[in-house]
Nanobody
Framework: QVQLVESGGGLVQPGGSLRLSCAASGIIFRFYPMGWYRQAPGKQRELVASITSGGMTNYVDSVKGRFTISRDNAKNTMYLQLNSLKPEDTAVYYC?????????WGQGTQVTVSS
């Protein structure tokens, strides 16, 4: 059974930083392209960053230069470094494969950016 468990969210002031983690089990993690997604209140879930099995990355324009996606295949873990956070980054952040698999969604981790 595939499990993707997100952690690292929290409440942070504008301009602050967080590091999210995604621990994977039940899949051969190193073979899969992965992505970080987020869903803000009243909005659809969106892909914010992706990383191929070889480490090539891509970002949605709104987070370019502020967020960094990375992965450690030896630890079956993916990360998202969030810097220069803005109130509009407030959302529940999820990890999944890219493209996403419907049955792989976890609980997500809440990121709230507020003063």
């Amino acid at each position: 059974q595939v499990q993707l468990v997100e952690s690292g969210g929290g409440l942070v002031q504008p301009g602050g930083s967080l590091r999210l983690s995604c621990a994977a089990s039940g899949i051969i993690f190193r073979f899969y392209p992965m992505g970080w997604y987020r869903q803000a209140p009243g909005k659809q879930r969106e892909l914010v960053a992706s990383i191929t099995s070889g480490g090539m990355t891509n970002y949605v324009d709104s987070v370019k230069g502020r967020f960094t996606i990375s992965r450690d295949n030896a630890k079956n873990t993916m990360y998202l470094q969030l810097n220069s956070l803005k109130p509009e980054d407030t959302a529940v952040y999820y990890c999944n494969t890219h493209p996403s698999q419907p049955t792989y969604w976890g609980q997500g981790t809440q990121v709230t950016v507020s003063s």
